[in-house]
């Protein structure tokens, strides 16, 4: 061994000798061990932490109350805690009140139609199991103001559904051929009225109504015929007309995309079952299926009531026009105070509201009971916040403002007692080209001078222009394309994105401009900035190769490409009003009647309302087209008694004609105002 490893090995000995001693010697801490974990452990006993009982600032009572019938209907009443001389605020639902009352819980507070979901209701006529001691936590979003203000909030099922006893019917007529029942949505709101201001002795009698799409419904089949009590109203894009324009036709073009909302609303009396579709692109779906009636009985529903009547009457007979709400509404006193609410970008109940306030409005001689209010909303979002509506940010949550400025002073005025007078105006609606509100005294405005006449027509030129004058005898007499059931144009891209649902009125129609079945109109850039204030008015000269043609029309702002604000607005071409019409119904929406191949006949129909400035660099577009799939059934283009039937060999290619030429000249009524 070398010297050197001597050494290191003598000093590895030293070193181990020393650790040996030091593990040898007591640690001069005497609370350190040698072990953390004790042989055994005992824990104390302990009082258990008792919570305090939580304090209500409500009470939650679950009523049955009795119709003039007998039947009883399931009624959820919210009153707050020490309540004397309170207004009542009643939403008459087929949407589950159980789940309305707690929408904290769930999604049902936003009221959208096939949303209702199931929740826990206790037993009838005693006080129910709150969920949250706060009644501003237990309810919505929509109903915040009314718990600041001291209101009782009311939520019932409509006859038949959930709690309630008794036939349920979908939308039904009043009392009458078409409703053999007995009862009505118009009875039932009397008979609940009534009960509730001799039966709570917290209420001072006075009772409003609001609801948004069926719950509209329900408010303005309460107006036919009021009780005393009711004193003021709020219809939130009600279902008014199904046929006309409401949820499930517009102008005689069946909307699919309801077939799912009947079952889920007529298969059982609580929420329905969701039937699973083959695809998850409902484009395909419904192509493979053929004809609207295929797709129904896919779903099953040969077996629902409300399906059969619908497919029997696919023309505006008597069963449609004895629902015809605006109608039988507007034929009524007006006693009263009514607001309509309805959102420039409805894409499900666009008709109502707008009609009924119109037809109303001439009894209205102190200008002071029928009001309207039209925001840049979806369906129902006025139940929702309000900042956004797809591209566009508005100034401020607008949804917040309507129902804090205007809905609260306004119901207040009514119902509460010594509230001061509100200050409403008698039409407030959003001008969505200049980002602000407008309070206006009646509308439309282009009525100001005599209605329509500062209306201009824009003439759709064969050669793709659009302009205010009319064809001058020269060039080409029509505009023309080839519309192929087989290969329908969509509504929306098809990404399978069903969330868009909500937006596809302000989807970007660059998405289908260039293709070879739509026709597209466009003007040279706006000089100076165009309002267009009130209700377009289609009038097309069209002739189809066929017996049979649907014809959509939108009027579009298209954006420059240098537009400012958000990137993806530059070149947007953005609809501010669009509808379809089957034109089997352009001499009688009652008689259909087939169409003259390759003879071009008026089809006339008015678009929904508008309230937008065209800015200086952008354009005006007209697009037309023969359908819009698979929102609405395709039109077979041969022209058969009932669509709903229609067989494959029944749909055919057909060439469609916009005719540009004198005393046939195709326009769009614009209303534009200064």
């Keep these: 061994m070398t010297p050197l490893c001597r050494v290191a090995l003598t000093g590895l000995t030293l070193t181990l000798s020393s650790l040996s001693g030091f593990a040898q010697n007591k640690p001069a801490d005497p609370t350190i061990v040698g072990n953390d974990i004790p042989s055994s452990f005992t824990p104390p006993r302990r009082i258990p932490y008792k919570a305090p009982a939580p304090v209500f600032d409500y009470e939650k009572r679950v009523l049955m109350i009795p119709m003039r019938d007998g039947t009883k209907l399931y009624t959820v009443v919210m009153i707050p805690k020490g309540a004397k001389n309170a207004p009542i605020v009643l939403t008459r639902t087929c949407y589950n009140a159980a789940a309305r009352a707690a929408a904290h819980r769930t999604t049902a ?8 979901p199931v929740a826990g209701r206790s037993a009838p006529g005693v006080a129910a199991q709150a969920d949250s001691p706060h009644l501003i936590d237990e309810l919505g979003l929509p109903d915040e103001v009314f718990v600041k203000d001291g209101y009782i909030r009311i939520y019932q099922d409509v006859r038949g559904k959930y709690g309630s006893e008794g036939v349920y019917l979908m939308t039904p007529p009043p009392v009458g051929p078409y409703n053999p029942s007995g009862a009505d949505d118009t009875t039932d709101a009397w008979d609940t009225i009534d009960w509730l201001v001799k039966n709570l002795p917290e209420t001072n009698g006075r009772v409003g109504m609001i609801g948004s799409s069926y719950e509209g419904f329900t408010v303005v089949m309460a107006l036919l015929n009021p009780h005393p009590a009711l004193k003021a109203a709020i219809p939130e894009s009600p279902m008014v007309d199904g046929w006309m324009g409401d949820d499930w036709f517009h102008y005689g073009a069946f909307r699919q995309r309801m077939l799912d909302y009947f079952v889920s609303q007529t298969a059982v009396r609580g929420a329905g079952p969701h039937v699973p579709h083959d695809h998850h692109d409902d484009y395909a779906n419904f192509l493979e299926a053929g004809s609207a009636g295929n797709f129904a009985r896919s779903l099953g529903e040969d077996q629902l009531p409300y399906w059969k009547t619908v497919e029997a009457h696919p023309a505006y007979d008597g069963f449609w026009q004895s629902q015809a709400l605006d109608k039988l509404v507007s034929a009524k006193p007006l006693t009263v105070p009514t607001m309509w609410l309805q959102g420039l970008w409805d894409q499900e109940d666009m008709y109502g509201a707008n009609h009924a306030y119109t037809l109303w409005e001439a009894k209205d001689t102190n200008n002071d009971k029928n009001f309207l209010v039209m925001g840049p909303w979806f369906h129902s979002q ?10 566009f940010t508005w100034d401020g949550d607008t949804t917040e403002y309507v129902r804090e400025e205007i809905f609260m002073p306004f119901f207040n005025q009514y119902l509460v007692e010594g509230a001061p007078k509100a200050n409403t105006p008698p039409v ?46 020269g060039g080409a007499k029509f505009a023309e394309y080839v519309s192929d059931p087989a290969k329908p144009i969509p509504f929306l891209p098809r990404t399978g994105d069903v969330g868009t649902w909500q937006t596809w009125l302000v989807q970007d129609q660059r998405f289908v401009d260039n293709r070879p079945d739509v026709l597209t109109y466009v003007s040279e850039p706006v000089t100076t900035a165009t309002r267009v204030s009130g209700v377009p008015e289609v009038n097309l000269y069209a002739s189809t190769s066929g017996t049979d043609s649907d ?38 929406f009652e008689y259909p009647e087939a169409m003259k191949p390759n003879e071009p006949e008026l089809v006339k129909f008015d678009l929904p309302n508008v309230n937008h400035v065209f800015q200086p660099g952008h354009r005006i577009m007209v697009q037309v087209q023969s359908t819009l799939f698979p929102l609405y059934d395709r039109n077979p283009q041969t022209f058969v008694p009932n669509i709903f039937d229609a067989k494959p060999a029944d749909y055919q290619k057909a060439t469609q004609r916009i005719w540009d030429m004198p005393g046939k000249a195709s326009f769009i009524n614009l209303p534009i105002v200064p």
Excluded: Q
Excluded at 382 to 391: A, F, L, S
């Design 109 to 116: 507070g936003n009221a959208l139609p096939g949303v209702a």
């Design 428 to 473: 407030l609606i959003y001008n969505t080209g200049e980002n602000r509100w407008d309070k206006l005294p009646k509308w439309p405005l282009s009525c100001d001078k005599g209605c329509g006449s500062t209306s201009r027509p824009l003439y759709l030129h064969a050669d793709g222009k659009l302009s205010y004058e009319t064809h001058t005898g």
């Design 382 to 391: 006025i139940n929702r916040e309000g900042h956004v509506m797809g591209p």
């Design 551 to 588: 014809w959509i029309v939108k009027v579009i702002d298209v954006y420059p490409d240098d537009a400012t604000g958000p990137t993806t607005m530059a070149g947007y071409e953005l609809p501010i009003a669009l509808d379809i019409f089957r034109g089997r119904y352009r001499k009688s």
